[in-house]
């Protein structure tokens, strides 16, 4: 008998990394947050997953690159679309001690208008059991197409798909923290899962405990809510399962946290997919988040 397939849509922006290699020199790259996270979902779930990519790139050589490369890691690309005179964007990582800045281009960025077309958004989310976007997803579009993501999200989360949504609160890409607050609390109402930093709500929202920021979601209309904390404790509350903390072991190593809030969802998502509770699934996000950070770069191989 043949198993059930399944599917889990990442929309957001994929972006050229330039990321150090220790000797003065970059390597050259593809990441971005929601596709990070497709990235490892696509190696930690079983085949019966389909992983796809809703973005949009150009039409030039290194677009073509990049789908080549989502391609070759078993990334589904007919939901991302070619816009002429677009291209992708780029961002600079800097390392000091293992923490990352980033410089970003991306002017040009044909992702910034992959919600423009409703009927596209919504074919692409035609048969998603999972979609998951970000806060930086939101950030890079313009009013109107902000509204016609969550609106078809909205009706998608209506037929039944989950919607998982990461805050990812990054101040510069917002004109200011009210803007920006605003937009997130709407987010929040359209999903299921929410999986926020608290280091992020906490500083713009005025909250002094995770506890508060799972409450403000929780009002949001979210089942799910996972609240990050770098190297501290772990809050959740699952609707079932009530209120789980979780500590997660040290990382034996800090060489890079680029895409450790990334890698975590992925883990988490995963092994939620596949029937884990709560504490476990965010076990499980910790354990690979610890692997990822001990290397350089976004996308590194993991031990599953």
């Not at 964007?89 to 980033?102: C, H, W």
């Not at 949001?220 to 609240?227: D, N, W």
Request: proline share 3%.
């Amino acid at each position: 008998m043949n198993e059930r397939h399944h599917r889990i849509l990442a929309i957001g922006e994929c972006m050229v990394e330039m990321a150090p290699r220790g000797d003065g020199a970059y390597t050259r790259n593809f990441a971005g947050d929601t596709f990070n996270t497709a990235w490892y979902l696509r190696r930690l779930l079983p085949e019966t997953w389909s992983v796809d990519y809703c973005s949009a790139v150009g039409e030039d050589r290194i677009s073509d690159h990049m789908i080549t490369f989502m391609q070759e890691a078993g990334i589904g690309t007919d939901s991302v679309r070619r816009i002429s005179g677009r291209t992708v964007g780029l961002y600079m990582i800097e390392l000091d001690n293992g923490e990352r800045s980033f410089s970003y281009w991306r002017g040009q960025s044909a992702a910034k208008l992959l919600a423009r077309d409703r009927e596209v958004l919504s074919a692409a989310l035609a048969e998603t059991e999972v979609a998951l976007f970000s806060g930086i997803t939101l950030a890079i579009l313009s009013e109107e197409d902000r509204r016609n993501l969550l609106d078809t999200l909205a009706e998608a989360r209506r037929r039944g798909t989950v919607v998982a949504f990461d805050p990812n609160m990054r101040l510069r890409l917002w004109p200011d923290v009210a803007v920006m607050c605003a937009a997130v609390t709407e987010a929040a109402a359209v999903a299921d899962i929410v999986l926020p930093s608290f280091d992020e709500d906490g500083q713009y929202y005025g909250e002094t405990s995770p506890l508060e920021t799972i409450a403000r979601y929780r009002n949001a209309g979210a089942s799910t809510i996972v609240v990050k904390n770098g190297v501290g404790r772990i809050h959740a509350e699952g609707r079932d399962e009530g209120v789980v903390t979780f500590d997660p072991r040290p990382a034996a190593e800090v060489v890079d946290t680029t895409a450790a809030g990334d890698s975590f969802n992925a883990g988490f998502l995963a092994a939620r997919l596949a029937g884990a509770s709560l504490g476990d699934a965010i076990g499980r996000g910790s354990q690979v988040a610890a692997q990822v950070i001990g290397k350089r770069g976004a996308l590194v191989e993991i031990d599953l």
